[in-house]
């Protein structure tokens, strides 16, 4: 079974600040996801990583896949209120199917 | 292009009763994932179909639920006999073949009391 971890689970910060949220397993994963999520919606996607070592930026969202592809992190800078959400990253195993695999999620509150 | 589309968005059914939910996919995916989301967790895998077959359940997926995909383009997720365990999320979401990205729905929020 392929587990996705997910840190911190909780990150309240002023707005301005930078933070970092990681997504680490024991597995390799064939492509990583991040997803972000408003309350009563469903996931966003951000981004899809799939290159060891890749970074990708999205304005000022920086992902990276680790090199042996079984980490990656979100790295903000000079978050906004407009940030605010779950943040999820989700793991693609490899297999004919490309069901997903979740980490439990990072609640971010961003303050004015 | 229209995203992932599902119906209904809320549902409210008393313990006992059976509930049908619906999700359009984007329309040139031919891959269409179930997902269920509690409360402070991220979603987890369902059932998966290609075209309009049923590739794979995940033991989370007991007898009482049931997803079919007829014409390998909408789906349908049945719950019978609704138990408060029940309660969740229901996540839709479609992707190419040839493609990682999957695209969620909006979701059903399924309360059973």
């Known amino acids: 079974t392929q587990l996705l971890e997910q840190s911190p689970q909780f990150l309240s910060i002023q707005e301005g600040e930078n933070l970092t949220v990681y997504c680490n397993s024991s597995s390799v994963f064939s492509s990583l996801q991040w997803y972000r999520q408003e309350p009563g919606e469903g996931p966003v996607l951000l981004v899809t990583?799939?290159?060891?070592?890749e970074v990708k930026k999205l304005k000022r969202l920086t992902f990276q896949f680790g090199d042996a592809r079984k980490d990656s992190s979100l790295h903000i800078t000079a978050a906004q209120p407009g940030d605010t959400g779950l943040y999820l990253c989700?793991?693609?195993?490899?297999?004919?199917?490309?069901?997903?695999?979740f980490g439990q999620g990072t609640i971010l509150t961003v303050h004015p | 292009d229209t995203g992932v589309s599902q119906d209904p968005r809320h549902k409210i059914t008393k313990r006992g009763q059976n509930v049908t939910f619906r999700c359009d996919p984007i329309s040139e995916h031919n891959r269409l994932y179930w997902y269920r989301q509690t409360l402070g967790q991220g979603p987890e895998f369902l059932t998966y179909f290609q075209n309009e077959a049923q590739l794979e359940k995940s033991r989370l997926l007991s007898d009482r639920f049931s997803a079919e995909r007829p014409k390998g383009s909408f789906s349908t997720l049945e719950i019978q006999r609704t138990e408060q365990g029940d309660s969740a999320m229901y996540l839709c979401?479609?992707?190419?073949?040839?493609?990682?990205?999957?695209?969620f729905g909006p979701g059903t929020r399924l309360t059973v009391t």
């Open positions: 979401a479609s992707s190419h073949e040839d493609r990682y990205e999957q695209y």
């Open positions: 990583v799939v290159t060891g070592g």
């Open positions: 989700a793991g693609d195993g490899g297999t004919s199917y490309g069901k997903l695999t």
